[in-house]
């Protein structure tokens, strides 16, 4: 089984940049994908942004495209998440997952999981 353990979370205020780190331990073997989700409080949990194994194909949520970057480095076993011109709006948990199955790619309706504990984003207005 694999361990995911998110960090880089903390308080900035908007305008701000913070990066975020996932890495993984245990049973890291294999092509998967990662992805990014965040949940607000009193929320649900969304989709924030998602990278294939070899860092080729990425999706990003319209909330944030052009403002997060997501990228991986697989000899670290990390995926990362750099956040610039964040917003009050970005507040939330946010949380790393990975693909329930082995992918290369990330094909619609790919399901995550493997979460890890989550790491709270705090945006002053």
């Known amino acids: 089984q694999v361990q995911l353990v998110e960090s880089g979370g903390g308080l900035v205020q908007a305008g701000g940049s913070l990066r975020l780190s996932c890495a993984a331990s245990g049973r890291t073997s294999g092509i998967y994908a990662t992805g990014w989700f965040r949940q607000a409080p009193g929320k649900e949990r969304d989709f924030v942004t998602a990278i294939n194994w070899s860092g080729g194909t990425k999706y990003y949520a319209d909330a944030v495209k052009g403002r997060f970057t997501i990228s991986r480095d697989n000899a670290k076993n990390t995926v990362y998440l750099q956040m610039n011109s964040l917003k009050p709006e970005d507040t939330a948990v946010y949380y790393c997952?990975?693909?329930?199955?082995?992918?290369?790619?990330?094909?619609?309706?790919?399901?995550?999981?493997?979460w890890g504990q989550g790491t709270q984003v705090t945006v002053s207005s």
């Open positions: 997952a990975r693909s329930s199955r082995p992918t290369s790619s990330i094909p619609p309706g790919t399901e995550f999981d493997s």
